[in-house]
């Protein structure tokens, strides 16, 4: 079956550095998306990677391994308006996206 | 980025009456648009696949006479909820992909649904 696994839940200070992983088993693969939900609102795009390695844009970046179906969210410089949810999403074969719970993210002063 | 209009942002109605919810592609002509549902601290959940000029592809367990999608134009998408009741009430949002372009879903901004 196809499945997304990232943790419910983390907390992080103000400042700081947090990885938020990502494991993922899709049918076929097109791509791992990264989005930030604030609660209350849809979902915007952070990121997405289809070929091994990082990929960097400001204080976010995105890592990607296909062998290991494995993927991390890197968030630098945590900013208090950082505190959301984490989607994380696979692309099968059939261009589907297959999402992940979430992590919320607690950014503590 | 694309930009992705869903109307109304929120609704109350009383339970047996319908409801529609519209998904607009603002910018671009989206062939294929999705309907999601996501209850309160869960993720999202595809109920439908719509593509432009033909029927809707449901997700299993998705009531198709309940929910009825129409995506008669490369802009515009819509959701009916037919018959509502108190456990429909949940947040609705649409996402569209760009033509030919399958790397991105931009999503629109929500319907917070409320069946009393």
């Known amino acids: 079956g196809q499945n997304i696994d990232q943790p419910t839940e983390m907390t992080a200070t103000e400042g700081a550095i947090v990885q938020i992983n990502c494991t993922y088993q899709?049918?076929?693969?097109?791509?791992l998306f990264w989005y930030q939900q604030h609660a209350g609102e849809a979902p915007t795009f952070l990121s997405y990677n289809v070929l091994d390695g990082l990929e960097e844009k400001g204080r976010f970046s995105s890592f990607l391994s296909r062998s290991k179906g494995y993927s991390y969210l890197l968030l630098k410089e945590l900013q208090m308006k950082d505190s959301a949810s984490y989607l994380c999403?696979?692309?099968?074969?059939?261009?589907?996206?297959?999402w992940g719970a979430g992590t919320k993210l607690i950014i503590k002063p | 980025g694309a930009v992705v209009s869903q109307h109304p942002s929120w609704v109350i109605c009383k339970s047996g009456t319908s409801v529609k919810i519209e998904c607009r592609s603002l910018?671009?002509?989206?062939?294929?648009m999705f309907w999601y549902r996501q209850f309160p601290k869960q993720s999202l959940m595809l109920m439908a696949t719509s593509n432009e000029g033909s029927k809707a592809t449901y997700e299993q367990g998705v009531e198709k006479d309940k929910f009825l999608i129409n995506h008669a134009s490369l802009t515009l998408s819509t959701l009916t909820v037919t018959s509502a009741h108190p456990e429909d009430s949940s947040f609705y949002i649409c996402s569209a992909s760009l033509r030919a372009q399958v790397t991105e879903a931009f999503f629109g901004q929500g319907t917070r649904l409320t069946v009393v």
């Open positions: 899709t049918s076929g693969f097109n791509g």
């Open positions: 910018d671009f002509q989206a062939t294929t």
């Open positions: 999403a696979g692309m099968d074969s059939n261009y589907q996206l297959i």
